[in-house]
């Protein structure tokens, strides 16, 4: 079935810097959404692309379809970054299927 | 990997009607989540549940909704009645521990047509 790899499961940054989370995707995905889930559970929705890239602030997400990848972008981490990262897919509108989730912890 | 299985994958009922989602968490799993997103949406939070209660809900939660987990089964999210607002793709999620950093585990989601 549908599978999408997340890497890296856990990344911690030093205040200022930053790095890149991806996706690699089993099958063509129709859709990449990133998601950052918040202190009470709810994910909020960072981006939603079906092609190409997104900047939004310090956050950067791009996604080929046809490579069957996604990244997303962090710059000049700040401490409120610290959080659970996920990525989520879907190959047809009935089936969205969720990355492992990348844990980032941003240091002083 | 751990994997969370949604049943049905899609549901259509007439508005009125009670549905159950139907959810089974990963096996050793002590938290549970439902999410719903609407087409087009965000995915917004609905409710999670530990220890046989509901710790926190959203407003999206009505008094129609209810959860529960009868003897380590499925966990389950009851709709009586629906109502067409009700239809959206409903996602569940279940974690080890609690807290900002802990992977969660989804389903493919369910999702409802109400008519």
């Known amino acids: 079935g549908d599978q999408v790899e997340q890497s890296p499961s856990a990344l911690s940054l030093h205040e200022g810097t930053g790095s890149a989370l991806r996706c690699n995707f089993t099958?063509?995905?129709?859709?990449v959404q990133w998601f950052r889930k918040n202190s009470r559970g709810s994910l909020i929705n960072l981006f939603y692309?079906?092609?190409g890239t997104k900047e939004n602030g310090r956050l950067k997400s791009a996604f080929d379809s046809k490579e069957r990848y996604s990244t997303l972008h962090i710059r000049d981490a700040q401490l409120e970054d610290s959080g659970t990262y996920f990525c989520?897919?879907?190959?047809?509108?009935?089936?969205?299927?969720f990355g492992t989730g990348t844990r980032l912890q941003v240091l002083p | 990997g751990p994997k969370v299985l949604q049943i049905p994958s899609h549901q259509i009922i007439d508005m009125g009607q009670m549905v159950t989602l139907n959810c089974d968490p990963v096996?050793?799993?002590?938290?549970f989540y439902w999410y719903k997103q609407i087409l087009g949406q965000q995915m917004e939070f609905l409710v999670n549940?530990?220890?046989?209660?509901?710790?926190?809900k959203s407003k999206l939660f009505k008094d129609q909704f209810s959860v529960e987990r009868p003897d380590g089964s499925y966990f389950t999210l009851k709709i009586q009645p629906t109502a067409l607002e009700d239809s959206a793709v409903y996602f569940c999620?279940?974690?080890?521990?609690?807290?900002?950093?802990?992977?969660?585990?989804f389903g493919h989601g369910t999702k409802l047509s109400v008519l």
């Open positions: 989520a897919a879907g190959s047809n509108t009935n089936k969205v299927v």
């Open positions: 099958t063509t995905m129709r859709a």
């Open positions: 549940f530990y220890n046989g209660k509901v710790m926190e």
């Open positions: 096996s050793n799993h002590l938290y």
């Open positions: 692309l079906a092609s």
């Open positions: 999620a279940s974690s080890l521990g609690q807290g900002d950093n802990e992977r969660l585990f």
